[in-house]
């Protein structure tokens, strides 16, 4: 029914097959109509593929912690999926004071978009990703009187992708559901910078406190699929599967963050124990949802939203050089209040906007273990 008010919105209240024509199972009317036309634009896919087919965290005193690094460096916590543990130093200075770091991790990456028409919710997109390898590079400068700056840059490939769509109409269940498990990581990309201080430091423990600011820009693609919606009078009666190099949706988010952090760290003998909360708040969820096959970009901006995230490693020295470590970490985007959205036609180059529609929420855990070692 929410389409007879707001034609835009069309675009998520059915499954990504369903959006392959002008029409889809979003009315009732519309999905008796969307059924053939989406097949029919499979087909005619079809036929046009087969024409052209820490760091070390004693710097070099392997009894005594020198510098807090923001427990492991907490600014990772936020930035990306790889856990800062899992850093290797590439370069120091002989005092220790500038270090050069590279690493690797694996991490799970989630992200929700939502489409509401009043105080209904017409429609939620869950995307996934699962094994996701990230690399990281950053710098750790000691600076004076317990003050450290830090930065890092990381990239994230691979992974086994998932997306689930599913709409409702007027009933309490679902009417309509898509399943895409053929859904690629098309990019994740992060980077941050924080400021730190140490406010207590004795031989074994050290606390700090920070802030900082990070970015996060990722996006995924969902191909093929298969699913079953709701067409004129009758429920869930209509069964379709698309082949797997059908590009279907697209979903792109841009994760601006500012936060604070609390962080600490223990040396045992040769263990070390270290940890990390951060709080911040989003500046705003940017999301661009694309839909090939009917030609169509939605763009969302979301209000300020909480933000949460806590990291917890555990390091134990083999030798001054050489540590095993295991860690991991976490951090989510809340959903706020909803956003606005624009709806851009590709056909008619038209745009449309929709008040207090749209929401999304980001997610992100990880876990690293291996040996750390300096140069």
């Known amino acids: 029914m929410f389409c007879e008010y707001f034609p835009s919105l069309k675009r998520l209240t059915r499954p990504a097959s369903q959006q392959h024509g002008e029409t889809g199972p979003s009315t009732a009317a519309a999905r008796s109509v969307g059924k053939s036309e989406a097949r029919q634009g499979v087909c005619e896919a079809e036929k046009i593929r087969a024409n052209t087919e820490v760091l070390n965290e004693k710097r070099g005193q392997p009894t005594k912690p020198v510098i807090i690094r923001s427990v492991v460096t907490s600014s990772f916590l936020m930035t990306t999926p790889s856990f800062a543990a899992a850093d290797d130093v590439l370069f120091s200075s002989d005092d220790g004071s500038f270090i050069f770091f590279g690493g690797i991790g694996v991490a799970n990456i989630k992200a929700q978009e939502f489409v509401y028409d009043g105080d209904q919710k017409i429609s939620q997109l869950n995307w996934e990703s699962k ?27 691979g992974g086994n992708g998932h997306m689930v769509d599913t709409d409702w109409d007027d009933r309490d269940d679902w009417s309509d559901r898509s399943i895409h498990p053929n859904t690629e990581l098309g990019h994740y990309v992060g980077g941050a910078i924080e400021l730190d201080r140490i406010i207590y430091r004795d031989d074994t423990t050290s606390i700090a406190v920070g802030a900082g600011y990070r970015y996060t820009d990722v996006k995924w693609t969902a191909y093929g699929g298969s699913g079953i919606y709701s067409s004129e009078g009758k429920f869930r009666d209509d069964h379709w599967k698309d082949p797997d190099w059908v590009r279907g949706i697209s979903y792109r988010q841009k994760v601006p963050v500012g936060f604070l952090s609390l962080s600490g760290e223990h040396v045992v003998g040769d263990l070390t124990i270290s940890g990390a909360l951060q709080s911040g708040l989003s500046f705003g969820i940017k999301d661009i949802d694309n839909h090939w096959l009917r030609n169509n970009q939605y763009h969302d901006y979301m209000d300020p939203a909480p933000v949460i995230g806590a990291t917890v490693a555990v390091n134990y020295a083999l030798t001054p050089a050489t540590s095993l470590y295991l860690s991991g970490s976490f951090d989510w985007v809340f959903f706020g209040s909803r956003g606005d959205m624009k709806v851009h036609d590709g056909e008619t180059r038209k745009n449309e906007f929709e008040k207090d529609s749209a929401g999304a929420t980001f997610q992100r855990t990880s876990i690293s273990f291996g040996l750390k070692s300096r140069f």
């Open 131 to 157: 094994g996701v390898t990230i690399f990281t590079v950053g710098v750790d400068a000691q600076i004076d009187n317990g003050w450290s700056l830090k930065g890092s840059v990381n990239f994230g490939t």
